[in-house]
C-alpha cells in the first residue's frame, strides 16, 4: 500500500514570510494529492489538491507543486498571516484506490 | 446546509461496555470512512464504505465495525472498547473518491475516551 512522509513536523516562520512543507509518496501509481489544513480543536478541511497530469496549482497565497519523477510534493504559503497557523496534513491516493493515505501533520507556527 | 454530521462530540467510556458512534451525511455522497487521529500519528483510516451495503477495512479496522444499510448514514461500533482506541475520531464522504472535484468531507469528530 501507500505510505506517505511529511517534513517537518513542527514549523516556525515569521510572520510575512514563506513557509514550505513536503512530501514524499512510495506508489508511483498515486494520481491524486490534496492538502487538509486543520486549526485547533477544528475538523481537516481541504485548502487545496493537485492530480497527476498537473505540475503546480496555485490558489492566492497557496500553491502546491508535484514532482512525480522523485515522487514528492510540496505546500507553499507566500506572506503568512496569524490564520495560516495551523496543523497541514498531506495525502495520496493510488489510483484505483479506496482512500486516502495522510502523512502525520506538521503543526506550522506563525510568529508575530 | 451541506454537512458531514457525527454524534457525540465527546464520550467517555468504560472498557467493554459496546458503543456506537453515529455519522450522517446530507450531500447524497457514495462514498463515506472512517478515520482516528492520534497524537503523532496523523488521521488513519478504520473502514470505509463505496456505496450502500459495500464496507472495506482500512488500516487499522481491528477492534471496530461499521455498517451502511442507508445511503446517509456510517455508524462506527465498538463492540468492546479497550483504553488503545481512546482517540479523536472523523467520519468523512465525498461524492466520489475517483471522481475530478469530489473532496472529502469531514465531521467534526468525536473524542472518544475508554478508560
Known amino acids: 500500500g501507500e505510505n506517505v512522509e511529511q517534513h517537518p513536523s513542527t514549523l516556525s516562520v515569521q510572520e510575512g514570510d514563506s513557509a514550505v512543507i513536503k512530501c514524499t509518496y512510495s506508489?508511483?501509481?498515486?494520481?491524486?494529492f490534496p492538502w487538509y489544513k486543520q486549526e485547533l480543536g477544528k475538523r481537516p478541511q481541504l485548502i487545496i489538491d493537485i492530480r497527476s497530469n498537473v505540475g503546480e496549482k496555485k490558489d492566492q497565497r497557496i500553491a502546491v507543486t508535484l514532482n512525480k519523477t522523485a515522487k514528492h510534493f510540496s505546500l507553499h504559503i507566500t506572506e503568512t498571516q496569524p490564520e495560516d497557523s495551523a496543523v497541514y496534513f498531506c495525502a495520496a491516493m493510488e489510483g484505483g484506490a479506496d482512500g486516502l493515505t495522510f502523512g502525520k501533520g506538521t503543526h506550522l507556527i506563525i510568529q508575530p | 446546509e451541506a454537512q458531514v454530521t457525527q454524534n457525540p462530540r465527546y464520550l467517555i467510556t468504560v472498557t467493554g461496555k459496546k458503543l456506537t458512534v453515529t455519522c450522517s451525511q446530507n450531500?447524497?455522497?457514495?462514498?463515506m470512512s472512517w478515520y482516528r487521529q492520534d497524537p503523532g500519528l496523523g488521521l488513519r483510516q478504520i473502514y470505509y464504505s463505496m456505496n450502500v451495503e459495500v464496507t472495506d477495512k482500512g488500516d487499522v479496522p481491528e477492534g471496530y465495525k461499521v455498517s451502511r444499510k442507508e445511503k446517509r448514514n456510517f455508524p462506527l461500533i465498538l463492540e468492546s472498547p479497550s483504553p488503545n482506541q481512546t482517540s479523536l475520531y472523523f467520519c468523512?464522504?465525498?461524492?466520489?473518491?475517483?471522481?475530478?472535484?469530489?473532496?472529502?468531507?469531514f465531521g467534526n469528530g468525536t473524542r472518544l475516551t475508554v478508560t
Open positions: 506508489d508511483s501509481a498515486s494520481n491524486y
Open positions: 468523512a464522504s465525498s461524492l466520489s473518491m475517483r471522481a475530478d472535484n469530489s473532496p472529502l468531507h
Open positions: 450531500m447524497n455522497h457514495e462514498y
